[in-house]
């Protein structure tokens, strides 16, 4: 259970702060695409993550996306928002999460996974020893294993709030 907690909940990408991540000692974000940033297969970028993503590269926080999705999907967002990418992460593996770090250049000890899932993102950032911050889904998850999953993350979740989690 442990490796499946995040680090700190927020309610979605744009209540993490500049302040937040320097009180935490972190300097650079992987990011998840699907449900992270956007609707799951979509390639719109909305205002609320467009004034974000600039107010982390204004602050000097280094972004790179590492998705478990396809090239083809990922590369045109990656493009779009300007920031590198990994793509068939394979999350939780670690290696996908590796390579982003390397495009990154930051110890584990300054990084976090921004991502929306308990299974794929926070055990993956568990697992390579970095720290997760989990935002609630953009969207209801339309796909029923990842409705599955969903309903499988809620003693995770329960247990993060015992725990005296919050969310931002
Ligand atoms: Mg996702």
């Not at 302040?19 to 970028?45: C, F, K, M, P």
């Not at 290696?95 to 930051?106: D, P």
Request: proline fraction near 5%.
């Amino acid at each position: 259970m442990a490796l499946l907690i995040p680090t700190q909940l927020f309610r979605d990408v744009s209540a993490i702060t500049p302040e937040y991540l320097a009180g935490q000692g972190i300097r650079a974000l992987v990011l998840d695409v699907d449900n992270t940033l956007t609707a799951h297969g979509s390639q719109e970028v909305s205002p609320a993550v467009s004034d974000w993503l600039a107010r982390m590269k204004a602050a000097g926080i280094g972004l790179a996306i590492a998705s478990n999705n396809f090239e083809k999907r990922v590369a045109p967002f990656a493009q779009r928002i300007g920031v590198q990418h990994v793509s068939f992460c394979c999350k939780p593996a670690p290696f996908g999460l590796a390579r982003a770090r390397h495009i990154l250049g930051v110890e584990r000890g300054a990084l976090a996974l921004v991502g929306d899932q308990i299974f794929t993102d926070s055990l993956g950032a568990h697992l390579y020893g970095i720290k997760m911050l989990l935002v609630r889904p953009v969207t209801r998850d339309i796909k029923m294993l990842i409705r599955a999953r969903r309903w499988l993350e809620q003693p995770v979740l329960r247990r993060y709030f015992e725990q005296g989690g919050t969310i931002l």
